[in-house]
């Protein structure tokens, strides 16, 4: 589904915006893998460690269901599942864009009885092999070329800008009414979004995170209206005073 009923299409980043911190992270710490996963990124980008670990792990007898166990203890503030509930009770289109990976997400919004708020998940695929092994690959397949974005703020497997845009040109295309957005984030990824939306749309950087220092640098390069939050209450007053503000426009 590409249209939301009111016209407004919230995308949300993933870490560190609806769940508290890093899923990556959160679960090579909780698995005991901290140490090992640090080795792995000193020689490869992180989409590339991330499924090496998780093949380490594999090797060590760390089944399927122990990583979902610790993705179901991820913290998530209240005030952001309220905040999704209301979006979505209001008409908006939610959608996901991703630097985690689809296992993950998916664990932890199923967790959180989630999954159904959002019309779209655009992240990293994964997929369990024959021996049981959570792979996790590359959004854009960088070894067969390069994504082409210039921002140095982009991973090599992911360019959200170019990936918004699909989001962009998909949604211009389903019906007459021009579509609003609202982004939020936290993340360097999140920059290169933030610099394609138009000046109808909204930019909600997550304060005193790596996209918030990028904006400030050059708040004029943007034509989306930004407004900071740093919390999940404020994330949740924010996103519903400005979903407020469009349907009345
Ligand atoms: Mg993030």
Redesign the pocket.
Known sequence: MVDGKNGIVVVF?????IIDVDSDNWVVDALGATHDFDRLLSTMPWNTAIDAIMGELHARGTTLRDVADVLCTVPLDPHIVAAIKACHALGCDLRILSDANRFFIDAVLDHHGLGGYFSDVTTNPSHVDADGRLRIAPHHDFHAAPHGCCLDTCPPNMCKGQALDRVLASSGAAGGKKQRFIYL???HG?YCPSLRLGREDMVMPRKGFPVWDLICEDPALLQAEVHPWSNGAEMEETLLRLVARVEEE
């Open positions: 980043d993933f870490d560190k915006t984030g936290d993340g999140d």
